[in-house]
């Protein structure tokens, strides 16, 4: 036993979890713990970020990339409001991510004091708890406690705000080793099980739906057995992308707004629609009245609260998806689906993705990557066009390669998540995948990757517009562009190579794969602008409100 200060306590607790990697921003009211930081910089890594949204979106991608608890500093103030965007980010997408704030001290609570300001309360509507400390000797009982929240059962990011005195205190410290995590299966039961089984034998047009449940659970082995077991087609969510193979000839893409027509109109046909970790998103029901309509549906979800939330479900089972999907595949024999997989083999066929293939576009662009990388990247996205065509083009084979704000839609994620990423996975190659108008938003993060020399690839998909508000505009809006166009001075390639970067502009086909390749050989943070048409849009499209079967794409447009 040792007697510590708070701040040696916080670090004790941070090793204790295998944390080796923190970002962060310094300020004042953190200022003990940076100071013992400096002292353990040998043990724990710690990447000052350029902007502390930055540090979150960065403990984020790491825990995406990494399947561990992400971890990020600030300190009160400002610096801890600026974690706010990053901490919803990963509440929405269910990302373990722990973040410690300072405040200002306790005798100053209350009074409006300089960065004074309530993040414990400002925070709990977007994590799983958040934890003020007031008192030194119950400090390492929340950490412990925090890091065991942000992993059980549905993950989400929790806080610890703690004030600066406690920091300064002593208290008596003893090493513990970390909670062992377990699965929750204590709601699948027998009975439960009986009837999902029982449904599965008598639909003669199964359907799967992946959701990210699937990713967190590390479901993608039992997923792939039963969807083999039961030959059934299968389509994921964004957050589920790599649960399932992309390459698998079972798939069958996106389902949702932006989704395949394959899996939107297979998932109206389908006599039985099976949930695997999915939470129903107004993106991909579109109409809920009218999802799935000919269809029983069978959910599986870790998380209660997601049963019967958005869409009326005929059965359930509530428990890790991991240990749901393993008892099935034990109780069930291979079941043959033929006719209803060739229906959907020749569905693929009428309606494969298209784009325009004399130009350079996102869609190309995508490809171009996945040839490149032979589909082994880790690719992080921000948000908008160039997501949905990563999400479309790129064929994901397993999970956590593919990391996108998805239930938040957070535009500026995808350049700190990146960074994380690597950090997280240095053997992996990490391109992050931007639109010009995303870019904007936290490209000093570049900056960062230069500092520390993280070798990430930048490809920023420049139309000189917010192309995903402006195809909205022009599809339902009489192409009212209202603030929507960015084409002004600013040279992405010079902002890039003044902080440090290598840079690249591609503005026809030809040029980008060089540009790419050049770029996977140097192992240094590299920018590649690529400029596209303004008015390129992303099909198949689902219009707001209307039932997934009404998806449409140009050539729909055309008939019209």
């Given at each position: 036993?040792s007697?510590?200060?708070?701040a040696?306590?916080?670090?004790?607790?941070l090793?204790e979890?295998?944390?080796?990697?923190v970002f962060?921003y310094?300020?004042?009211?953190?200022l003990?713990?940076?100071?013992?930081l400096?002292k353990?910089?040998?043990?724990?890594?710690?990447?000052l970020?350029?902007h502390?949204?930055g540090?979150s979106?960065?403990?984020?991608?790491?825990?995406?990339?990494?399947g561990k608890?992400?971890?990020?500093?600030?300190t009160?103030?400002?610096?801890?409001?600026?974690?706010?965007?990053?901490?919803?980010?990963?509440?929405m997408?269910?990302?373990?991510?722990v973040a410690?704030?300072?405040?200002?001290?306790?005798?100053?609570l209350?009074?409006?004091?300089?960065?004074?300001?309530d993040?414990?309360?400002?925070?709990?509507?977007?994590?799983k708890?958040?934890f003020?400390?007031?008192?030194?000797?119950?400090?390492?009982?929340v950490?412990r406690?925090?890091?065991v929240?942000?992993?059980?059962?549905r993950?989400?990011?929790?806080?610890?705000d703690?004030?600066?005195?406690v920091?300064?205190a002593?208290y008596d410290?003893?090493?513990?080793a970390?909670?062992?995590?377990?699965?929750?299966?204590?709601?699948i039961t027998?009975?439960v099980m009986?009837?999902a089984?029982?449904?599965?034998?008598?639909?003669k047009?199964?359907?799967?739906f992946?959701?990210?449940?699937?990713?967190?659970?590390?479901?993608a082995?039992?997923?792939?057995?039963?969807a083999?077991?039961?030959?059934a087609?299968?389509?994921?969510?964004?957050m589920?992308?790599?649960a399932?193979d992309?390459?698998?000839e079972l798939?069958?893409?996106m389902?949702?707004?932006?989704?395949?027509?394959?899996s939107?109109?297979?998932?109206t046909?389908?006599?039985?629609?099976i949930v695997?970790?999915?939470?129903?998103s107004?993106?991909?029901t579109g109409?809920a009245?009218?999802f799935?309509?000919n269809a029983?549906i069978?959910q599986f979800?870790v998380?209660?609260?997601?049963?019967n939330k958005?869409?009326?479900?005929?059965?359930?089972?509530?428990?890790?998806?991991k240990?749901?999907?393993?008892?099935?595949n034990t109780?069930l024999?291979p079941?043959?689906h033929?006719?209803?997989?060739?229906?959907i083999?020749?569905?693929?066929?009428?309606?494969?993705?298209?784009y325009?293939k004399?130009?350079l576009?996102?869609?190309y662009?995508?490809e171009?990557?996945?040839e490149?990388t032979?589909?082994?990247?880790?690719?992080?996205?921000?948000?908008g066009?160039?997501q949905?065509?990563?999400a479309?083009?790129?064929?994901?084979?397993?999970?956590?390669?593919l990391?996108?704000s998805?239930?938040?839609?957070?535009?500026g994620y995808g350049l700190?998540?990146?960074i994380?990423?690597?950090?997280?996975?240095?053997?992996?190659?990490?391109?992050?995948?931007?639109?010009?108008?995303?870019?904007?938003?936290?490209?000093?993060?570049i900056a960062?990757?230069?500092r520390?020399?993280i070798?990430?690839i930048?490809?920023v998909i420049?139309?000189?517009?917010?192309?995903?508000?402006?195809?909205?505009?022009?599809?339902?809006?009489?192409k009212?562009?209202s603030?929507?166009?960015l084409?002004?001075?600013?040279d992405?390639?010079?902002?890039?190579?003044?902080?440090?970067?290598?840079?690249?502009r591609v503005t026809?086909?030809?040029?980008?794969?060089?540009a790419l390749?050049?770029?996977?050989e140097l192992?240094?943070?590299?920018?590649?602008?690529?400029q596209?048409?303004?008015?390129d849009?992303?099909?198949p499209?689902?219009?707001?409100?209307?039932p997934?079967?009404d998806?449409?794409?140009?050539?729909d447009l055309?008939?019209?």
């Amino acid at each position: 036993m040792s007697r510590l200060t708070g701040a040696e306590i916080v670090i004790e607790c941070l090793k204790e979890q295998g944390v080796d990697t923190v970002f962060g921003y310094p300020g004042g009211s953190i200022l003990n713990i940076y100071d013992a930081l400096y002292k353990h910089q040998d043990e724990i890594t710690h990447i000052l970020t350029s902007h502390e949204q930055g540090a979150s979106h960065a403990a984020d991608g790491y825990a995406r990339a990494t399947g561990k608890v992400g971890v990020c500093l600030a300190t009160s103030g400002p610096g801890a409001t600026n974690l706010v965007t990053g901490i919803a980010t990963a509440y929405m997408d269910s990302i373990p991510v722990v973040a410690i704030t300072c405040n200002v001290g306790t005798s100053l609570l209350g009074k409006d004091s300089f960065q004074e300001v309530d993040i414990a309360g400002v925070t709990m509507p977007i994590t799983k708890y958040s934890f003020i400390v007031k008192d030194v000797t119950r400090l390492a009982q929340v950490i412990r406690r925090a890091f065991v929240i942000a992993q059980t059962g549905r993950p989400g990011p929790v806080l610890v705000d703690i004030t600066k005195d406690v920091t300064a205190a002593e208290y008596d410290y003893e090493y513990e080793a970390p909670a062992a995590i377990e699965r929750l299966t204590d709601r699948i039961t027998d009975e439960v099980m009986d009837k999902a089984v029982e449904m599965i034998h008598k639909a003669k047009k199964p359907f799967i739906f992946v959701g990210g449940g699937a990713v967190i659970a590390n479901a993608a082995e039992e997923l792939r057995a039963f969807a083999k077991k039961i030959q059934a087609p299968v389509a994921d969510s964004l957050m589920g992308k790599g649960a399932f193979d992309g390459t698998n000839e079972l798939y069958t893409g996106m389902v949702g707004m932006h989704g395949t027509k394959t899996s939107n109109f297979g998932i109206t046909e389908c006599d039985l629609l099976i949930v695997a970790g999915a939470r129903f998103s107004d993106r991909v029901t579109g109409n809920a009245s009218k999802f799935a309509k000919n269809a029983k549906i069978l959910q599986f979800d870790v998380d209660p609260a997601e049963i019967n939330k958005n869409i009326k479900v005929d059965h359930y089972v509530v428990g890790d998806l991991k240990v749901i999907l393993r008892k099935l595949n034990t109780r069930l024999d291979p079941i043959h689906h033929d006719e209803w997989v060739a229906h959907i083999e020749r569905m693929k066929d009428m309606y494969p993705l298209r784009y325009d293939k004399t130009v350079l576009t996102g869609p190309y662009i995508i490809e171009q990557i996945y040839e490149a990388t032979k589909g082994e990247a880790l690719i992080v996205t921000e948000v908008g066009q160039h997501q949905m065509w990563a999400a479309q083009y790129y064929s994901y084979k397993n999970p956590r390669t593919l990391l996108t704000s998805g239930g938040l839609g957070t535009m500026g994620y995808g350049l700190g998540a990146a960074i994380g990423a690597k950090l997280g996975c240095k053997d992996k190659t990490v391109i992050n995948i931007a639109g010009d108008g995303c870019f904007r938003m936290n490209m000093n993060e570049i900056a960062t990757a230069t500092r520390y020399n993280i070798p990430i690839i930048q490809v920023v998909i420049n139309n000189h517009v917010l192309g995903m508000v402006r195809q909205w505009q022009t599809l339902f809006y009489g192409k009212r562009y209202s603030q929507t166009v960015l084409n002004d001075s600013v040279d992405f390639v010079k902002l890039a190579e003044a902080m440090g970067a290598k840079a690249y502009r591609v503005t026809k086909k030809e040029e980008f794969m060089p540009a790419l390749k050049e770029a996977m050989e140097l192992n240094v943070p590299v920018v590649i602008e690529c400029q596209i048409n303004c008015d390129d849009k992303v099909f198949p499209m689902v219009p707001a409100g209307a039932p997934i079967e009404d998806a449409f794409d140009d050539t729909d447009l055309k008939i019209q």
